[in-house]
């Protein structure tokens, strides 16, 4: 959306093609119980306006899903850009022509649009994926995929309810419905470490004050290696006391927010006796929450170290597996072999459920560019470019590809997402202002640039902890075909460090591109 606003302003004729019927992407489909932010509000809200700044109240620290999209539906409303979004609106197939130098967009319907440029916007998590096994469609009773949740209410009251997945999301999920479910049964693969969000309403007293330190709260998470409020302490694990270093790890663990995670110790994630030392510290807390000391095991991860992996916030989450309607099986030690039409089977034995959920999340950063036929110059196919990893030019830009702007494509910074959304933005603005400016009509990033940033990509990845563990962040989903082997799939540098490669690009003119 953001990304439209700034084309319209130069002048461009934009059209959104977005599969929902509404604004909101990821606060659009995910609107399971429970789902809310891990970043705090206010620093997540766009920063660009003072107007819509100064009009926007967040009533808690980490927002609910209803009120972010409540947040980008208003946004949408004040800069009037609905007339610029074609809904209901999946795009199938992208296909760049040679002879007319105009990318072809098609949609399931027959429809085709055609463009100078192509800007992907398509979603870092937002391909959703079920697991592998057979009989999902088979199942008799209500089921629902977490990232695909319904608008309807659904009512778990007295209900057999099963959850499938403890990432993030699954985490979420599990304490909402744990409250009503008459009987809550969650399969597990593999436990996260979680920790508590502690999150609070904001009365409107907070809220002024937050307002008036908009300024200084963005100047710092600009600052801050993933653009969280949270800035990673200076200080190694091994040079403070046992006693200091105890205290701090307890001041992190009743704070709200990610601080535990970005704002620890700085060899947290690249020495592994530090890393250990902060698992033991976690795990103890997990230890201390659960009662039963079997389950308690079953739910500290064994293959991966505190924060290698993204870290679930919550609320109460251990405590629920104290509660008599809540079971906890492992499906590491009796797999899921399918889905029956009156519940599941494991290894072990059949269940019945009158819901299943699916908390099985994304095929992650890739998955949404998969799923579209892209095509570039001498129609070749974007994702057999990709395969055994992606290579772009900033994230943004990918050789034989061009006039494609990707927003928060592959090999980009993350982290406190909106905060990087918006310098991608405004850099694919930049470069498409520049074109118009000296009447250039074609961009595509040179090969030695693109070879040079995805090493530069790589190296950031070396000695990191995190990039020797399984998940979506090194491009392992299980769920998915082709995606079992570890790959750089994400940039794990800084953000500053990102934002002056960027920005040197354009202030030398754009040299690393094949402009004309
Ligand atoms: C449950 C959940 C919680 C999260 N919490 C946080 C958080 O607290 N902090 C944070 O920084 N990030 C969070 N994220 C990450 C979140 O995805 C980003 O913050 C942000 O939404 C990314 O914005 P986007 O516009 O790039 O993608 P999205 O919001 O995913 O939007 C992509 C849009 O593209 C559409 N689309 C995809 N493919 C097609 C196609 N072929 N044709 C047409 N339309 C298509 C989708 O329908 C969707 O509307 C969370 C993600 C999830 C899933």
Not at 2 to 30: C, D, H, I, M, S
Not at 391 to 415: I, K, Q, R, W, Y
Not at 446 to 467: C, Q
Not at 469 to 487: A, F, H, L, P
Request: proline share 5%; aromatic share 12%.
């Amino acid at each position: 959306m953001y990304q439209l606003y700034r084309l319209r302003e130069l002048g461009l004729n934009v059209r959104v093609f977005e599969a929902g019927t509404g604004v909101g992407g990821t606060w659009y489909w995910n609107r399971y119980p429970g789902a809310r932010f891990d970043s705090e509000s206010y620093s997540y809200g766009y920063s660009f306006s003072r107007e819509l700044l100064d009009e926007w109240d967040w009533s808690e620290h980490f927002a609910p899903q209803p009120e972010t999209e409540r947040y980008l539906n208003f946004f949408a409303d004040k800069f009037r850009l609905r007339e610029n979004i074609q809904f209901s609106s999946r795009v199938e197939a992208a296909r760049y022509d040679d002879d007319k130098q105009r990318w072809e967009i098609m949609l399931p319907d027959g429809r085709q649009h055609t463009a100078r440029f192509l800007v992907t916007a398509v979603g870092p998590l937002s391909a959703p994926t079920y697991p592998r096994v057979e009989g999902i469609d088979g199942f008799r009773g209500e089921a629902y995929h977490t990232g695909l949740w319904p608008k309807h209410p659904v009512r778990f009251e007295g209900k057999r309810v099963a959850v499938i997945g403890t990432g993030a999301t699954g985490v979420q999920a599990i304490q909402e419905i744990a409250k009503t479910a008459g009987h809550l049964t969650v399969f597990q693969r593999r436990p996260n470490w979680c920790t508590p969000l502690h999150n609070r309403p904001i009365d409107k007293e907070e809220m002024d004050r937050i307002r008036a330190g908009y300024e200084e709260l963005f100047a710092r998470c600009n600052e801050t290696a993933a653009c969280f409020v949270h800035t990673i302490d200076p200080r190694g694990t091994f040079e403070v006391t046992d006693e200091v270093r105890e205290a701090f790890w307890e001041k992190l663990y009743s704070e709200p927010g990610f601080g535990i995670w970005q704002g620890n110790f700085r060899d947290m994630l690249t020495d592994r006796s530090a890393n250990k030392l902060i698992s033991d510290f976690v795990a103890r807390k997990i230890r201390e929450r659960v009662k039963d000391p079997e389950i308690a095991e079953m739910l500290i991860p064994k293959d991966h170290g505190f924060g290698t992996r993204r870290v679930p916030q919550e609320t109460f989450y251990y405590e629920v597996y104290n509660q008599p309607n809540v079971d906890l099986v492992s499906i590491l030690e009796t797999p899921i072999e399918r889905i029956t039409p009156a519940g599941l089977e494991t290894s072990e034995r059949a269940y019945e459920f009158d819901i299943i959920v699916y908390a099985t999340g994304f095929d992650a950063i890739t998955g949404s560019f998969d799923r579209i036929d892209i095509r570039g110059t001498g129609g070749r196919r974007l994702k057999e470019k990709w395969t055994g990893g992606p290579s772009t030019f900033l994230g943004v830009m990918v050789e034989d590809f061009p006039n494609m702007f990707m927003c928060v494509g592959p090999h980009t910074a993350l982290g406190n997402i909106p905060r990087s959304i918006e310098y991608n933005v405004e850099w694919v603005t930049g470069l498409i202002r520049y074109m118009r400016e000296h009447g250039l009509a074609f961009a595509g990033a040179r090969p030695e640039a693109v070879k040079e940033w995805t090493d530069f990509v790589k190296l950031k990845g070396e000695g990191l902890l995190s990039n020797e563990v399984d998940s979506w962040m090194t491009g392992v989903n299980q769920n998915v075909e082709g995606k079992q082997v570890r790959i750089i799939a994400r940039y794990s540098g800084s953000a500053p460090d990102y934002r002056a490669w960027c920005d040197r690009v354009a202030a030398h003119g754009y040299r690393e591109l094949v402009l004309r």
